[in-house]
């Protein structure tokens, strides 16, 4: 088609040049027309074939944008974008944060500080799925579910010995972050999000520990019955059903107000004040041998942004919760769980709906 337009132009479009040229694209029309109509048609018929959500969103990747698109981005306007958050980790990996030498002590419990045994690093390995991204060290899962006994025996010594030091290693905690593109101008840093990518075996350990403190959250209710996000077998969609009912009880009479008050926390995650967290999960009653080992984990974590195949210089994370960790959600949710007896204690006593049963409702959007 392009060499008989081409031919076209050098002869000054003769008529039958141009009949030809339109008949080709026109021809190029209907076979990319069908072409297009054929592939949507497999992967409709894919989609129908779907028995779990692995298959799903197997299918679902084939039809996305691949890649991280940073070429818009130099490494010296990301290093000083993120330079204005986090401060870059010394030479040394070590940054002095003061009051972070201070260690909690004289919360113990049985099965929060028991040692971790063979099959409990079993299971935390079993729960991971294949296919996902390597962190720093490039280890993928895959290797350690193959480990004999033996192997994986080196690394319950490993992690034992990190909980009674309460110390976890520096190069265990290094993250790379990959940085993806949303909206708005390719050259401003703040257009991307950023996507974290631990090592698996601090994954593992952090697994390890949320199976932990998830038992022990369970057990003493320590989320609010309001609280659905981050929490299996809820769903937002209840909250959602409340606040609807809500809403149609008390403005069913003319002229009836309601009053909803929604926040939206701008890099909520990355907010969180580490000392605030790690004294609330302390007044929790969470063994002081997990705070310190989270607390130890946070001082020496440190994430690189990778640009174009390069690294970063490092920064240290002096506040927020790590991105992409399992143990992110929980932390979260109990940093905010005393949000709710906070408000009805100065007053917000929600919305009554039926004798004795009074709604609050706080949307807290991230």
């Known amino acids: 088609m392009k060499k008989c337009l081409r031919k076209a132009k050098r002869r000054g479009f003769e008529s039958h040049l141009v009949r030809e040229y339109l008949g080709l694209k026109l021809e190029y029309k209907h076979i990319k027309k069908r072409k297009e109509e054929k592939y949507a048609q497999g992967v409709r018929e894919s989609l129908s074939r779907v028995n779990n959500s692995v298959e799903f969103w197997s299918v679902i990747k084939t039809i996305r944008r691949k890649g991280f698109k940073t070429g818009k981005l130099d490494m010296e306007t990301v290093e000083n974008f993120y330079s204005e958050i986090y401060p870059f980790l010394q030479p040394e990996g070590v940054l002095d944060r003061g009051g972070d030498l201070v260690l909690f002590s004289g919360t113990h419990h049985q099965y929060m500080d028991e040692p971790i045994s063979l099959d409990e690093l079993k299971r935390a390995i079993s729960s991971f799925k294949n296919g996902k991204a390597a962190g720093v060290d490039g280890i993928i899962c895959e290797i350690y579910k193959n480990l004999p006994d033996c192997w994986l025996m080196k690394i319950v010594e490993l992690f034992n010995h990190i909980l009674e030091s309460c110390s976890v290693p520096p190069a265990l905690a290094k993250i790379r972050t990959f940085l993806l593109h949303k909206k708005g101008d390719e050259r401003d840093p703040k257009n991307y999000r950023g996507i974290s990518l631990l090592n698996t075996i601090l994954k593992i350990f952090n697994q390890i520990l949320l199976n932990r403190i998830?038992?022990?959250?369970?057990?003493?209710?320590?989320?609010?019955?309001?609280?659905?996000?981050?929490?299996?077998?809820?769903?937002?969609?209840?909250?959602?059903?409340?606040?609807?009912?809500?809403?149609?009880?008390?403005?069913?009479?003319?002229?009836?107000?309601?009053?909803?008050?929604?926040?939206?926390?701008?890099?909520?995650?990355?907010?969180?004040?580490?000392?605030?967290?790690?004294?609330?999960?302390?007044?929790?009653?969470?063994?002081?041998?997990?705070?310190?080992?989270?607390?130890?984990?946070?001082?020496?974590?440190?994430?690189?942004?990778?640009?174009?195949?390069?690294?970063?210089?490092?920064?240290?994370?002096?506040?927020?919760?790590?991105?992409?960790?399992?143990?992110?959600?929980?932390?979260?949710?109990?940093?905010?769980?005393?949000m709710d007896s906070f408000l009805t204690s100065r007053g917000a006593s929600g919305v009554n709906i039926s004798a004795g049963v009074d709604i609050l409702s706080l949307s807290i959007c991230r």
């Open 214 to 338: 998830q038992r022990y959250v369970d057990e003493e209710a320590l989320l609010p019955e309001s609280q659905n996000g981050f929490r299996r077998g809820r769903s937002c969609t209840d909250n959602v059903f409340v606040l609807s009912s809500a809403i149609s009880i008390n403005t069913r009479l003319e002229g009836s107000k309601l009053y909803v008050a929604f926040i939206d926390f701008q890099r909520c995650f990355d907010r969180v004040s580490h000392e605030i967290l790690w004294c609330k999960l302390y007044e929790m009653n969470i063994s002081a041998k997990l705070v310190n080992t989270l607390k130890s984990l946070y001082q020496n974590a440190s994430f690189s942004v990778r640009i174009e195949n390069r690294d970063s210089r490092y920064f240290a994370i002096t506040e927020g919760i790590l991105q992409g960790d399992v143990l992110s959600p929980l932390l979260f949710s109990l940093f905010v769980a005393d």
